[in-house]
């Protein structure tokens, strides 16, 4: 079983940027896909990004060309760059492998 946690989470303004990070634990990291999903008040969580082991990126439609997902295999780590930050992306952000396991979440919140 994978342990994850999420660290990055915070209050930003509309416009501005945020790096979530996910440490995970386990020797054979490389290999797993990695991804972020997100939860807003009331709503189901839903996806936002994945990278492959082979570093192969997919994103919800609506982060395109705003979030960068990225991982550092030395690190055990998966990252998730924010840019130009809309109120509707706040949620609260979980890192998953994609495979049932998950983080306790960190908290974005987008809002002037």
């Known amino acids: 079983q994978v342990q994850l946690v999420e660290s990055g989470g915070g209050l930003v303004q509309p416009g501005g940027s945020l790096r979530l990070s996910c440490a995970a634990s386990?020797?054979?990291?490389?290999?797993?896909?990695m991804g972020w999903y997100r939860q807003a008040p009331g709503k189901e969580r839903d996806f936002v990004a994945q990278?492959?082991?082979?570093?192969?990126?997919y994103y919800k439609e609506s982060v395109k060309g705003r979030f960068i997902i990225s991982r550092d295999n030395a690190k055990n780590t998966v990252y998730l760059q924010m840019n130009s930050l809309r109120p509707e992306d706040t949620a609260v952000y979980y890192c998953?492998?994609?495979?049932?396991?998950w983080g306790p979440g960190t908290q974005v919140t987008v809002s002037s």
């Open positions: 998953t492998n994609m495979m049932g396991s």
């Open positions: 386990g020797s054979i990291f490389s290999i797993y896909a």
């Open positions: 990278i492959t082991g082979s570093s192969m990126t």
